[in-house]
């Protein structure tokens, strides 16, 4: 091991030490703005974030945009795959951080979840607003093999492979999202979205809106991917809180739910 | 108040007995070459190795390798635990972050790691109890009463939710432990019944009977007492632990990635029963 002090390499945080201990902060610059002494009292939640992300203030139509988009996916209700996750673990009185975790587990998948959001991202930057390649991509044999640990691709990136049309919610916050200034990719998936799913088959699902939204705010498809596991905890953070509460005996157990068909009997 | 950080003595250097990694040459943990040591060893006997940091007797190793084969492998993708694998599945998420978030998930109070590991402890202390000539129902009905404390947090619901005082005692959803017989019958064949911690688990279970509680021993209080008996450690016995529910985990996983994505068990809206503010439009504040 060499004698040199090895560093860690950040173009987010810089510190200054107290004069006495090495280990403690003095001042932390967060992309060269003072966080304690200038940013708090002055910063908003939301630009902070974009800030962390992309090392630059937002815009003001960037800031609304992104806080839009965080209040659409904060909570998505109880039935959702990720809150059911972090409920169920509530529900047998799990720790906090392990409701939080197991939200997180499924909230990363590929139907609904943030791998999702990645790889629509990456269609974005490869397809842009070009409706041919679009619909070569959305209309072509699925699944897509996946060569990672992560399960085959079934169906298009930000498609709901079991909505019967493009749900209301989804339409609101791809309404309400492109109202807002520079969102010309928002704009085109408006426009372009029947078009889009007759190609793919299935409806536009919130998690294509969400990809469309962080792509026009200049994200890229791990930002992306991280933005919509962060903004999702909210909801099953609260969800979980009142599962615990209400304990176990108050939660779906679909006791005649499962069927097991090759039941060997006693 | 410290005159210079302690870290100062810490930065780049941390000094262990516990394990190194020699790039191309050796993996060292416990202070032995374990390419070497471990050779034509089983999986629990590493595992057991790193909890004590020691080789336990060999028979020991497969009593508590053989009781684990048993406690985890309920692979019903509705117990809570189980369900994080199986929507990770459901949700075409990665086995790994569905086994990691159910291991998480684990650690509930009503069933899993708490409630066990408060098994292991609370026999431990009955055990002194007795050392010091008290009597096991007077033992058992103290903590009896102090399920009737009001302030005292309940395991199934409320804001204080906590560990029922009677750990490794009754069951939610059911009230018997089909895992009792098999494991008591593989105790019985190594000769593992008859250990102190395993009978005390029994004499309390008729101690509750007696004084009208319907409690049965169930496998996390047995799985407790044989931790007990083979001298395991409270630390080392909740890192045992950890390892016994993965079987679950993965054949719930697997059987949700085999059915259509999103298919596990989807919900209605109407299944949502509101019981909050009425509806009513949001205020907006002046600036």
Same mark, same amino acid.
């Given at each position: ?6 560093? =860690? ?97 499924? &909230?990363? &998948? ?64 791809? !309404?309400?999202?492109? !109202? @807002? ?86 | ?38 050779? &034509? ?29 048993? !406690? ?21 998420? !990665? ?33 002194? &109890? ?71 688990? =029994? ?55 085999? @059915? ?28």
């Amino acid at each position: 091991m060499s004698e040199q002090e090895e560093t =860690f390499t950040s173009a987010i945080w810089s510190e200054r030490a107290e004069a006495d201990d090495p280990f403690t902060a003095a001042e932390c610059r967060c992309a060269g703005y003072d966080v304690f002494g200038d940013l708090l009292g002055q910063v908003e939640w939301i630009e902070y974030l974009f800030l962390l992300f992309r090392k630059e203030p937002p815009s003001q139509p960037q800031k609304r945009l992104l806080n839009d988009l965080a209040v659409a996916l904060a909570a998505q209700g109880p039935r959702d795959l990720a809150t059911q996750a972090a409920t169920s673990a509530a529900a047998g009185g799990s720790p906090m951080a392990a409701c939080l975790m197991a939200a997180l587990s499924v &909230g990363a &998948g590929q139907h609904g979840g943030a791998r999702e959001v990645y790889h629509a991202v990456l269609c974005w930057e490869s397809f842009a607003q070009d409706t041919k390649q679009w619909q070569r991509y959305l209309s072509q044999s699925w699944p897509l093999p996946d060569p990672s640990t992560w399960p085959d691709r079934e169906h298009p990136a930000g498609f709901d492979p079991n909505g019967l049309a493009c749900s209301r919610p989804t339409l609101q916050t791809l !309404s309400r999202l492109a !109202s @807002h200034p520079a969102t010309p990719h928002l704009n085109w998936l408006r426009d372009k979205r029947p078009a889009l799913e007759t190609a793919a088959s299935m409806p536009l699902a919130l998690s294509g809106v969400a990809a469309s939204a962080f792509f026009d705010l200049g994200f890229d498809a791990q930002q992306a991917e991280m933005l919509y596991l962060l903004l999702r905890l909210p909801g099953a953070a609260a969800f979980a809180l009142e599962q615990h509460v209400e304990g176990w005996s108050s939660y779906p157990f679909h006791s005649e739910g499962l069927h097991l068909l090759n039941d060997p009997g006693n | 108040m410290l005159k210079s950080s302690p870290k100062t003595q810490w930065q780049n250097n941390w000094q262990t007995e516990a394990g190194a990694w020699f790039p191309g040459e050796r993996v060292i943990m416990h202070g032995e070459n374990i390419l070497q040591s471990m050779e &034509g060893k089983q999986w629990m006997d590493i595992i057991l190795f790193a909890i004590r940091g020691e080789h336990g007797k060999e028979d020991s190793n497969q009593l508590l390798d053989k009781v684990l084969t048993f !406690s985890g492998c309920i692979p019903d993708p509705r117990l809570w635990n189980n369900r994080i694998a199986a929507l990770a599945g459901s949700a075409r998420s !990665s086995s790994t972050l569905g086994i990691s978030g159910a291991t998480a998930v684990s650690d509930a109070i009503i069933y899993g790691f708490q409630p066990t590991h408060r098994a292991y402890t609370m026999l431990r202390d009955l055990q002194s &109890g007795l050392q010091k000539d008290s009597e096991l129902s007077e033992l058992v009905k103290a903590r009896m009463a102090q399920r009737r404390d009001k302030k005292r947090g309940k395991p199934g619901k409320g804001k204080k939710r906590e560990v029922d005082i009677m750990p490794g005692y009754g069951r939610p959803v059911s009230t018997g432990d089909e895992r009792m017989r098999p494991l008591m019958k593989l105790l019985k064949r190594e000769g593992a019944d008859s250990g102190a911690a395993v009978q005390l688990a =029994f004499r309390v279970e008729a101690c509750l009977q007696e004084l009208g509680y319907p409690l049965k021993l169930n496998m996390g209080g047995l799985i407790a007492a044989i931790g007990l008996d083979q001298q395991l450690k409270e630390r080392e016995f909740v890192y045992y632990l950890t390892q016994c529910f993965c079987p679950g985990f993965i054949v719930c996983y697997e059987d949700a990635l085999k @059915h259509p994505a999103g298919s596990f068990f989807p919900m209605r809206c109407s299944q949502i029963k509101y019981k909050g503010h009425s509806s009513r439009q949001w205020q907006k504040a002046d600036d």
